[in-house]
């Protein structure tokens, strides 16, 4: 956090939360924070809108005298944008699948969306594309012919040279982050995070972090969850409903003003996910969650098979031999189902050709349904096959909600106190 916020926001929190805020557990910031009143609140964000329309100001005058534009132009930019108009950001690397290009799907509606006289939007772009990415490169191209049309040019800048030091002034200082992936291709989202800490609201696509953090209270949200690939259909669905959440929800709410001239509705949804989420989506979880899911269980696991002279140590490692000699022997024999009332019954044979039963887990495994977990339901080992060199017969019960098709048998590796797959990845499918 203390890289990301601005010195605005850290006296904030401060102020609300102490300076150690960040070296706990940060299970009181939620309430802390929700105690700031609307006041504080927007007076915070004022100033960080100010601040960035005076960077972006002197920043584009430099970017467009170091191109060698007319001194009237270098000029107008230290004169561009309102500090007072409602904010929108969108930075990062200009790749297809992050689709940049999505708020230009209707030039004209954005125009419209941006220079209301009486609802003024600004629009701060960044960003780059890779030397060899030449669509990534045509995507920028086309924000640059539309930004320098001269109705468009007042309320909208591309801010070029994209490095940590721009990131840092417009997750600190825009109002609304944008974020418009084309799911499921975001690993992340890591910007939208940064500017919670700091007042910005997120509109993003349902994927990456915001599939897990969006509620309606913290901010908006862009599609609905699924996948579509790269239908250009759908990109034009997403795109509509995109100009229809700035116009209908976003915009009204930042310009929906109490006698003070405070945006009540648009500081709750602040507060609410500076309180709700800042905690949660920061490095403090990440390594928190990292220590107690997985490295101090890796300790405990290590001291286990340590001690007494490394005897469970010695056996793990008999167990992956034995594994390696009679693995590819593995084989499955004949397969049975049957559907009795509101069950699928499945009974399968499988030749362990010796194995040790206990050394492998045999389990019915069925994809996830619309992004769900998937099935992986045990199958009880029963009786010793005759005539078979450990060969075993197998059942399991599912409910009849799925067809058989969906389900199929599987073989895995099982050891007590070993990560799988993590530590060995085989597995044998039924065919």
Same mark, same amino acid.
């Given at each position: 956090?203390?890289?990301?916020?601005?010195?605005?926001?850290?006296?904030?929190?401060?102020?609300?939360c102490?300076?150690?805020?960040?070296?706990?557990?940060?299970?009181?910031?939620?309430?802390?924070?929700?105690?700031?009143?609307?006041?504080?609140?927007?007076?915070?964000?004022?100033?960080?809108?100010?601040?960035?329309?005076?960077?972006?100001?002197e920043?584009?005058?430099?970017?467009?005298?170091?191109?060698?534009?007319?001194?009237?132009?270098?000029?107008?930019?230290?004169?561009?944008?309102?500090?007072n108009?409602?904010?929108?950001?969108?930075?990062?690397?200009?790749?297809?699948?992050?689709?940049?290009?999505?708020?230009?799907?209707?030039?004209?509606?954005?125009?419209?969306?941006?220079?209301?006289?009486?609802?003024?939007?600004?629009?701060?772009?960044?960003?780059?594309?890779?030397?060899?990415?030449?669509?990534?490169?045509?995507?920028?191209?086309?924000?640059?012919?539309?930004?320098?049309?001269?109705?468009?040019?007042?309320?909208?800048?591309?801010?070029?040279?994209?490095?940590?030091?721009?990131?840092?002034?417009?997750?600190?200082?825009?109002?609304?982050?944008?974020?418009?992936?084309?799911?499921?291709?975001?690993?992340?989202g890591?910007?939208?995070?940064?500017v919670?800490?700091?007042?910005?609201?997120?509109?993003?696509?349902?994927?990456?972090?915001?599939?897990?953090?969006?509620?309606?209270?913290?901010?908006?949200?862009?599609?609905?969850?699924?996948?579509? *690939?790269? =239908? +250009?259909?759908?990109?034009? %669905? /997403?795109?509509? &409903?995109?100009?229809?959440?700035?116009?209908?929800? $976003?915009i009204?709410?930042?310009?929906?003003?109490?006698?003070?001239?405070?945006?009540?509705?648009?500081?709750?949804?602040?507060?609410?996910?500076?309180?709700?989420?800042?905690?949660?989506?920061?490095?403090?979880?990440?390594?928190?969650?990292?220590?107690?899911?997985?490295?101090l269980?890796?300790?405990?696991?290590?001291?286990?098979?340590?001690?007494?002279?490394?005897?469970?140590?010695?056996?793990?490692?008999?167990?992956?031999?034995?594994?390696?000699?009679?693995?590819?022997t593995?084989?499955?024999?004949?397969?049975?189902?049957?559907?009795?009332g509101?069950?699928?019954?499945?009974?399968?044979?499988?030749?362990?050709? *010796?194995? =040790? +039963?206990?050394?492998?887990? %045999? /389990?019915?495994? &069925?994809?996830?349904?619309?992004?769900?977990?998937? $099935?992986?339901?045990?199958?009880?080992?029963g009786?010793?096959?005759?005539?078979?060199?450990?060969?075993?017969?197998?059942?399991?019960?599912?409910?009849?909600?799925?067809?058989?098709?969906?389900?199929?048998?599987?073989?895995?590796?099982?050891?007590d106190?070993?990560?799988?797959?993590?530590?060995?990845?085989?597995?044998?499918?039924?065919?």
């Amino acid at each position: 956090m203390p890289t990301w916020d601005s010195a605005p926001a850290d006296d904030l929190w401060t102020e609300a939360c102490g300076k150690d805020r960040w070296l706990g557990t940060m299970k009181p910031l939620e309430q802390d924070i929700r105690r700031v009143s609307d006041a504080r609140l927007w007076q915070f964000r004022a100033a960080a809108s100010k601040s960035l329309v005076e960077y972006a100001r002197e920043r584009l005058s430099r970017q467009l005298a170091a191109s060698g534009a007319l001194p009237e132009a270098v000029d107008g930019a230290k004169h561009l944008f309102d500090p007072n108009a409602l904010t929108l950001g969108f930075a990062r690397r200009f790749a297809t699948y992050k689709r940049p290009n999505l708020l230009l799907h209707n030039p004209a509606r954005l125009l419209r969306l941006l220079a209301n006289p009486e609802r003024p939007v600004q629009l701060i772009i960044a960003g780059k594309a890779h030397p060899e990415d030449r669509a990534g490169q045509a995507l920028i191209h086309e924000w640059m012919n539309f930004i320098r049309k001269p109705e468009t040019r007042p309320h909208i800048v591309f801010l070029s040279d994209y490095d940590m030091l721009l990131t840092e002034h417009l997750v600190q200082g825009v109002d609304v982050w944008i974020n418009t992936p084309r799911r499921p291709w975001e690993a992340s989202g890591t910007s939208g995070m940064k500017v919670l800490v700091n007042g910005g609201i997120n509109l993003s696509e349902l994927d990456g972090w915001w599939a897990e953090a969006y509620t309606p209270e913290v901010g908006w949200a862009l599609g609905d969850g699924r996948e579509h *690939g790269d =239908d +250009p259909a759908w990109d034009a %669905v /997403e795109a509509d &409903a995109l100009y229809d959440l700035l116009e209908r929800e $976003v915009i009204p709410e930042f310009y929906t003003r109490d006698e003070s001239g405070i945006p009540t509705a648009w500081v709750k949804r602040m507060r609410e996910s500076m309180a709700w989420l800042t905690p949660r989506f920061c490095v403090n979880r990440t390594v928190r969650e990292y220590t107690e899911q997985h490295y101090l269980p890796a300790a405990s696991a290590y001291r286990e098979r340590a001690a007494d002279k490394g005897t469970v140590g010695r056996q793990v490692v008999d167990w992956q031999h034995s594994l390696e000699q009679k693995w590819a022997t593995l084989h499955f024999g004949k397969v049975n189902v049957e559907t009795r009332g509101e069950q699928h019954v499945f009974e399968v044979q499988v030749c362990l050709n *010796g194995l =040790d +039963p206990k050394a492998v887990r %045999v /389990e019915l495994y &069925a994809d996830g349904i619309n992004g769900g977990a998937p $099935v992986r339901q045990e199958m009880k080992r029963g009786q010793q096959l005759a005539g078979a060199s450990g060969g075993y017969a197998y059942s399991a019960r599912v409910p009849a909600t799925r067809p058989p098709a969906d389900y199929t048998a599987r073989v895995i590796p099982h050891c007590d106190g070993v990560a799988i797959p993590l530590e060995d990845a085989r597995i044998l499918w039924q065919r």
